[in-house]
């Protein structure tokens, strides 16, 4: 697939840009293998458009930039996969259920290294030959901590961090080196239980239904835009702890189609949502 | 099934409590059809028993009590349709799922009437030959309506009123001249949007499931113990009105599941959580 | 939304087909508000657009027919409401759903009648205004029974017949009549358990999971193609009878799910598979 | 939890069995932590208790069998963790969520050995520290190959042999040395394509649903006993490969879930249906 391409473009919408985009691709001799669009009821327009054939993605950028309006967002980018960098804590399932999509090629991504707090997971990591590199916070500020994490991360250039059960809070200044580029996975059914142990807050109020979801990060931390969610049901007879342990087959099956998305360039930002195409 | 009865038991665990009751079904030569039992992590005991036979259910409880610990509750019921008051506002879904449910006789409860601070429905009703209440809530205080509603609910005597979208707030007075025995339909998947217009908030969330909770209502609207939940998958397509549409289904199909669990006695209430036998 | 139209599109895939099709609406002044394609890896080529703005659709379909290979099958419509007659034998459940959306306006269809071979549910209809025919097949040969079925079908010219469990099998020249226009709703998840009693095949093999197919009905009864499907999860506590109760309320979200697909003019037929945009 | 035991009964009802059951319980001094128990609609009864005590289960269950009728299946078992071997082929889906559960003490199980006709997996199986056994089924007849992994099965007398995605169909002759004690996972919603390539028939009957099933396998593949069952939704834009890569992630849960049932003993068959308490 080295002459797959993918066409991304946003803005407000404006009669004939579908017809405009489709008409240079037409012209340039390159075929459309998939073409989604969306229009928010506000009036903003969505295309993701994955195409086939003989390109310079930077010569097509110029023409399309010429014909279409000054405020819509293009990018074309060749079909390829994601670099990342995974950070964790102790948990195990998000990572392993990654860790084996990757040794067997399945994961659209290449996974430079797993950054963690605390060392329990290297000898799991080291049976994949993925580099570990353990960063205690502890007898460090918080400033500290996230600036030896952000000196790991510049040896990588990662497009994307993957969040798989890191559980320490990230801060602004932090997030923002990684803006729209960070996932994480929480262990809710969001906005449901937000904030720390969220299963026994699930218990306590007694609900039928638990769930996790996958979203990007921003400043807020449990706020960022929602890329995936999934339930599970529960009844009384499962404690907290039977929750948490369900919750994670659902953790980590969210993770990994919310990634699966990411990586193949399906997911647009608006207004603290996300569009998937 | 005119001898099947229904023995519901619960209070702090004790050692041989499945036992002794066994027991005593057994010398009194009645059949266990099903029975279910559940301990909680903080050893409360709870245990429904179906059987059939000839039996006095006011000299079994003599019985029962006399071999069981002072502070178990005991109640054994024949097994019965429960009389039941439906209240609505101007939505037809779950009214309707009600109604055809009982025209066919599927729904283990007989209707006795409908009450509506509106009268749109009221056709709709009367096709079904259910008497119906016009209560407006207009030019009265909060309190006048409730004694006008109260007043109404004392001609049936209900065993449980079913709010089946009735979209006024309830008082705590009110609730309590039917505590336990009033069950609501929440346009939510609970806890996450609680309040007014909860499909707006889903769809500025930009959440990928929306559900709905039926609960019994206590003081606090929202907060009283979850009967049944569901969801359904929605995507950046569904507008918050879309939201609403797809929400009416599972709306209706949740407060009828959790009906049925409640009229067959499967229903415990304990520390604002259901445990369902 | 009475200048609302629809654009459908199908054949063998060429290059700049959306683009075509874009630019003949863009010169036309018409506004796209939806637009999905899809090509399946066999080549196929498959465009649903829907469009807004003064159009004379007969115009357009000449237009867009001077610049499309001849192979594309094209059709133009306005977007409007489908007429529709329902068929039912004895059970209510499907017919209940449907005639309580259609009462409150949410079918995207007009129901011009109901056609039964028993008239046990003529009451209930009744309460809907809507014209019940009891045509029973005693007495009759198939031949004869189902030429009466047709001659009432004549009256009302339907864009759809809707089998809502109607129980009998329709022989290959009644299905010519309406080819790819009934809808049936199968008291199973196909292909599993075709053929009579599914519920009770399912009990006997003990599956954990039942369901319901919505499909185009073609000369095998059976076997055309699917539209919808849904399961719930069963256990071993169901009979063969709970899990028939239990299939119902999928049997009738499946129907009006897929009821709406098609009255949205969204489903192509192709090899026997559904194509929905 | 050493002195955990789980008392498993299945035999044609009688009046009093729970109260017998008990009665010795709570003269022994025992504590029941959870029972379960079912009638089926033929009369045949199921319990399964789980209590906790100082307990000879040899001495039990003879004072239960003078108390009971003979034609009741009396088992008590300590409460430990099962010996099994895993059989796989080529794909590793399962195999990976197995052997990471098992490296996280989350399976109930001791993982004795993998044996496998392909060496393809030997190096990932190897990460984890696991004997690993290739006995090519090349050169070799059907019976010489089942009896070299009789043989190597000899050394481990595993209490259940675990198929994950061992794609040889076994004979009736092996399936006789691990009678109800083979587990597999169908790549099927069974009973709905039986036989090879299920995803590939799925696409060509254009399903909107696919499944995967855990079951025991008994003389005739994939008929024995059902165990799980869980499913995805698909739709037409899915390949017949894109299903297969999406069942695998429904495959290996729903034999995770089937084993975690299996392991702790909630597992009855009967009339090659299962009974789970």
């Known amino acids: 697939m080295n002459n797959r391409h993918i066409l991304l473009m946003d803005g407000p919408d404006h009669k004939g840009l579908?017809?405009?985009?489709?008409?240079?691709l037409f012209e340039h001799n390159l075929n459309i293998i998939r073409n989604d669009e969306y229009v928010s009821p506000s009036g903003y327009f969505f295309m993701r458009t994955e195409f086939e054939g003989e390109a310079d993605p930077d010569q097509l950028l110029v023409v399309l930039q010429n014909e279409l309006p000054q405020v819509i967002n293009l990018r074309v980018?060749?079909?390829?996969?994601?670099?990342?960098v995974l950070m964790v804590t102790k948990e195990h399932h998000c990572l392993g259920e990654l860790l084996i999509r990757y040794a067997f090629d399945e994961l659209d991504a290449n996974i430079q290294a797993v950054i963690s707090n605390y060392n329990v997971l290297q000898p799991f990591v080291s049976?994949?030959?993925?580099?570990?590199h353990y960063i205690s916070h502890e007898h460090k500020t918080r400033q500290e901590h996230e600036e030896a994490i952000l000196r790991t991360l510049d040896i990588y250039q990662p497009e994307y961090v993957v969040l798989a059960k890191y559980m320490r809070v990230l801060t602004s200044d932090f997030v923002k080196h990684y803006s729209s580029r960070i996932v994480n996975i929480h262990h809710s059914f969001l906005p449901a239980f937000v904030g720390a142990n969220p299963y026994r807050q699930a218990y306590e109020r007694g609900v039928k239904i638990i769930g996790a979801t996958a979203h990007f990060v921003n400043d807020d931390l449990d706020e960022g835009?929602?890329?995936?969610?999934?339930v599970k049901e529960v009844d009384h007879r499962q404690t907290a702890t039977d929750m948490a342990t369900l919750g994670r087959d659902t953790e980590k099956l969210v993770l990994s189609k919310a990634l699966k998305l990411v990586f193949n360039d399906r997911v647009f930002i608006h207004n603290n949502r996300t569009i998937i195409l």
């Open 18 to 24: 579908i017809y405009h985009v489709t008409r240079v």
């Open 77 to 84: 980018n060749p079909k390829k996969k994601k670099d990342v």
């Open 127 to 132: 049976k994949f030959g993925i580099p570990f």
């Open 225 to 230: 835009p929602i890329i995936a969610q999934d």
